[in-house]
């Protein structure tokens, strides 16, 4: 297989949005790893876990691979309207798969995630790309504290919702839209450029037991977490495979044309008893929605993913191709 690198941008300057979060911390080792990104800041935000502690992985992960200087801020703590949820157990006790890395040494700036996000657009030169892979609080506060900032966003890749697919956190919402549906509707219906990844393609990319456990024994550093995140996971769900998650958005960065994008209008759902959270799609044929005069705001969406090829560009960002049967 030819590079999934050759398609891909020249290091594309992002800011990453994470809960780290196992799956978060995938996405970061392949955000931190690739040449085709340029990972001008991390912003933190309550999700996958506590805030602090959420800061305190991303930190512990960027010591584990001495990573270079990279601005990490801690931001919102909570979801604008609906109380703190307590963290699912999925990613662990410390919401990174407990797998034993020393404390940071490196900290967190002192500015807030908003005023960092603000501060790292409105210098740019041009605008930047804003990959979000958490509850979208942080981001929601920047669109209402500084709406003229949307200017300097190029567009927002955001890991969240369902499109064909059940929740994963009620019948009708995924985690991230669900832990702060207002901060989403704000973003998603912004009228900013959104490429949505929802669960359907986050449902599509995974490594097998067979794999974490090579990778764990891989040489480099970041191999190596990869493989005992995808080992923890194994053995919470009693599976012999774990998804990527998170890092299926970063890859869809990287690699756009590995990943089928549609244009349809949405809502976020706020108001159902069972369906609050939920985002949903009219797909309707353009007459159809013309004659009912609807007005949702248009996004992307991707529906698929070629898991082939993200499962190479994944393994070999982390020097790990090896690992890969196929
Ligand atoms: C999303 O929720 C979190 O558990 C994951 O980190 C991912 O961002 C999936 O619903
Ligand atoms: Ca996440």
Redesign the pocket.
């Known amino acids: 297989m030819s590079s999934a690198y050759d398609c891909a941008h020249t290091s594309l300057p992002v800011l990453l949005d994470v809960?780290t979060?196992?799956?978060?911390a995938l996405a970061l080792l392949l955000a931190m790893a690739s040449p085709a990104l340029e990972v001008r800041g991390i912003t933190c935000v309550a999700?996958?876990q506590r805030l602090d502690q959420v800061v305190t992985n991303t930190l512990t992960l960027l010591d584990a691979i001495e990573a270079p200087p990279v601005a990490v801020a801690a931001g919102m703590d909570r979801a604008i309207l609906d109380a703190g949820r307590a963290p699912?157990p999925?990613?662990g006790k410390d919401g990174m798969g407990d797998l034993g890395l020393p404390a940071p040494r490196r900290t967190a700036i002192e500015a807030h995630a908003v005023e960092f996000l603000r501060r790292s657009l409105a210098d740019a030169a041009e605008p930047l790309t804003l990959i979000c892979?958490?509850p979208l609080t942080n981001i929601a506060m920047l669109l209402l504290m500084y709406p003229q900032i949307g200017e300097k966003i190029a567009r927002l890749y955001v890991?969240?919702g369902a499109f064909a697919t059940p929740g994963?956190?009620t019948p009708a919402a995924?985690?991230?839209i669900r832990c702060d549906p207002e901060a989403a509707a704000i973003v998603l219906q912004s009228g900013l450029p959104v490429t949505l990844y929802p669960?359907d393609p986050?449902r599509q990319v995974w490594f097998t037991q067979e794999e974490g456990t090579a990778m764990s024994q891989a040489g480099s550093m970041a191999a190596s977490i990869t493989g005992g995140i995808v080992l923890h996971y194994c053995r919470y769900f009693e599976a012999d495979y774990a998804l990527i998650?998170?890092a299926g958005a970063v890859a869809a960065v990287i690699d756009p044309m590995g990943a089928t994008t549609e244009r349809y209008p949405m809502h976020v759902e706020l108001f159902g008893s069972a369906t609050r959270g939920a985002t949903v799609f009219d797909l309707r044929s353009d007459r159809q929605r013309e004659r009912a005069g609807g007005d949702w705001t248009q996004i992307d969406v991707i529906t698929q993913v070629d898991a082939a090829r993200y499962r190479w560009l994944m393994a070999s960002a982390l020097g790990a191709e090896e690992i890969l049967k196929e």
Request: charged share 20%; net charge negative; proline share 4%.
């Open positions: 809960d979060g196992g799956d978060d999700g996958n699912p999925l990613h892979l958490a890991m969240g994963n956190t995924e985690f991230n669960l986050f998650g998170d």
